[in-house]
């Protein structure tokens, strides 16, 4: 996650790009697995 720009850090200075950041990373996740042990 580090890699993608999610840190304790930004969690601290700005927890709302944060949120929006793991977020996206959760809806990444949901897709790969779903293209790749649902839909196969």
Excluded: F, S
């Excluded at 969690?11 to 996206?24: I, Y």
């Amino acid at each position: 996650m580090e890699t993608a720009g999610v840190t304790e850090e930004l969690k601290a200075c700005d927890p709302m790009r944060w949120v929006g950041l793991m977020n996206t990373l959760k809806a990444q996740a949901e897709e790969i697995i779903q293209d790749e042990l649902i839909y196969k």
